[in-house]
């Protein structure tokens, strides 16, 4: 599966949400955050995704997922890169390297992310329905 991507958007494996807060929190946070939010919490069975119109949004958000035990960010060879989280542009894909996330810029759909490795087959939009 895949993710539409709108804006600026935070992506995260929900595998790593899972090893930190575990399956009662994740499912709480999605109920009570997604319906009271309005529906701008996507995920597919590997991604999770949030975001804002702005990097004021994104700074928020990042403080809030590493508050929750997630590690934003990584060096490797002196090199900045995404780790626990990946945040993208919807025009020019992720705004650092990361390494487990695919970018693809699609005319007739829009963009979307997928984890590396895994089937795109559909792609989640708004309100988590296929688009």
């Known amino acids: 599966m895949s993710i539409s991507v709108k804006y600026y958007s935070i992506i995260i494996p929900i595998e790593k949400i899972l090893k930190i807060k575990g399956k009662d929190w994740w499912d709480n946070y999605l109920k ?8 701008v919490f996507w995920w597919d069975e590997y991604l999770f995704r949030d975001g804002g119109m702005g990097m004021e949004d994104i ?3 990042l403080k809030f997922w590493e508050e929750q035990g997630l590690k934003p960010k990584i060096m490797i060879d002196n090199q900045e890169y995404w780790n626990d989280v990946c945040v993208v ?4 894909g992720p705004t650092l390297p ?6 693809v810029k699609d ?4 963009p979307y992310v997928f984890l590396k490795g895994k089937p795109i087959d559909k792609i989640i939009g708004r309100g ?3 688009i």
């Open 107 to 110: 005319k007739e759909v829009g």
């Open 32 to 39: 009570e955050n997604n319906r009271s939010i309005g529906d």
């Open 98 to 103: 990361c390494n487990w996330l695919e970018f």
């Open 59 to 61: 700074e928020y958000l």
């Open 128 to 130: 988590n329905k296929p």
């Open 89 to 92: 542009d919807s025009i020019t």
